[in-house]
């Protein structure tokens, strides 16, 4: 298994996002994040297709964060079933990576 992933979650509006990604690196959750947007997506929802304007967060942190960083988002978040889903990183720098673990592990500092 993997150690470093990318969390992907998208957000209702760019305060919102902001709200999201202060808390989650402030908490040490995620070693940073990213905001992409605006993006527009495509989804089923309720029966019905939607179309929504949303802005992207892409978080950096690791495998065992992962669990205490959904239920972050999940309480910021404003949508009924955000989307928190993870996806490994399969490679990166060694420096990088070890900032990543560093910076996620709480009571540290870089």
């Known amino acids: ?3 470093h ?6 957000a209702s509006s760019r305060d919102e996002a902001d709200r999201i990604c ?4 402030g908490q040490r959750l995620a070693a940073d994040c990213q905001i992409l947007a605006p993006i527009e997506s495509t989804y089923w929802w309720a029966g019905e297709i939607r179309r929504s304007e949303e802005w992207l967060l892409l978080m950096k ?14 309480e910021l ?3 009924e079933v955000p989307q928190i889903v993870a996806v490994p ?3 990166g ?8 673990r560093r910076e996620t592990t709480p009571a540290s500092g870089g």
């Open 1 to 3: 298994m993997h150690e």
């Open 5 to 10: 992933i990318e969390v992907r979650v998208t």
């Open 22 to 25: 202060s808390a989650v690196v």
């Open 61 to 74: 942190t690791t495998v065992e964060r992962f669990d205490e960083l959904a239920r972050r988002v999940r």
């Open 77 to 79: 978040h404003s949508y």
């Open 89 to 91: 990183v399969v490679a």
């Open 93 to 100: 720098t060694a420096d990088y990576l070890e900032w990543i």
